[in-house]
């Protein structure tokens, strides 16, 4: 599968998840609505971390890449992807169902292939990415 593919495969379940939410059970629950803003900002708090000119939405860097290890991404090798999940678990909590449950574990599995083939090509741009990566958890600080 080639790596480009991913990402429209992430988009389509992403897509699927916001069409199936409750946005009512969402905005009228705290705690969703909380996790909900949360992984939003930590979306958006990656990107700027990042540096616009870096972001790619693909798994492969920009040429012109440089290695971030502030923000959030001293504490997790892939923020943006953990944000994700995160929106994706909170769409899921809002209408919670067996077929949303399916997507959203299929999202997972996708978000680490993407992850698993973005370390491996920072691995070969950065000698310096195997150590940082051997410190920092991949998805979820100190755990995973």
């Avoid at 790596?3 to 969402?26: N, R, T």
Wanted: proline fraction near 5%; glycine fraction near 4%.
């Amino acid at each position: 599968m080639k790596d480009s593919h991913l990402l429209y495969i992430e988009l389509a379940l992403l897509i699927l998840l916001f069409y199936f939410a409750h946005y009512s059970k969402i905005f009228n629950n705290l705690i969703l609505s909380a996790f909900f803003t949360v992984g939003i900002v930590g979306l958006l708090w990656s990107v700027y971390n990042m540096g616009i000119r870096y972001f790619s939405p693909f798994p492969q860097p920009p040429k012109k890449h440089q290695l971030t290890q502030k923000g959030l991404y001293q504490y997790m090798l892939h923020p943006m992807y953990t944000s994700l999940m995160l929106i994706g678990l909170i769409l899921v909590a809002s209408n919670a169902s067996f077929q949303n449950f399916f997507i959203y574990l299929i999202l997972i599995y996708v978000l680490d292939m993407k992850a698993s083939i973005e370390e491996r090509l920072l691995e070969k741009m950065y000698p310096e990415y195997k150590a940082y990566k051997q410190k920092t958890k991949k998805f979820i600080p100190y755990l995973y």
